[in-house]
């Protein structure tokens, strides 16, 4: 059974750091570029960031760029999102996307 779980979510305030996570069962998550992907109330799912299976390569959305690391540890199974200097416009419930498949989300709260 693919299961995908995310952690890490919560209230920070604006310049505040988060770490999420991505622990993926199920499947051999080594093999697939990995994604993560956020919905803000009211708008289209967009995404954040993305690593390819090896972690040589990392892309970012412009609004992200600089202030979020998409990272894996394919030994544990786990992707990662680390986020600096949040602001308001980050608020939104996270998403991971692996193997055609996606977790259940994890709510981001940036306000002071």
């Known amino acids: 059974q693919v299961l995908l779980v995310e952690s890490g979510g919560g209230l920070v305030q604006p310049g505040g750091s988060l770490r999420l996570s991505c622990a993926a069962s199920g499947f051999n998550f080594s093999r697939y570029v990995s994604y993560w992907y956020r919905q803000a109330p009211g708008k289209e799912r967009e995404l954040v960031a993305r690593?390819?299976?090896?972690?040589?390569?990392?892309n970012y959305a412009d609004s992200v760029k600089g202030r979020f690391t998409i990272s894996r540890d394919n030994a544990k199974n786990t992707m990662y999102l680390q986020m600096n200097s949040l602001k308001p416009e980050d608020t939104a419930v996270y998403y991971c996307?692996?193997?055609?498949?996606w977790g259940q989300g994890t709510q981001v709260t940036v306000s002071s």
């Open positions: 690593i390819t299976s090896n972690s040589r390569s990392t």
């Open positions: 996307y692996v193997g055609g498949s």
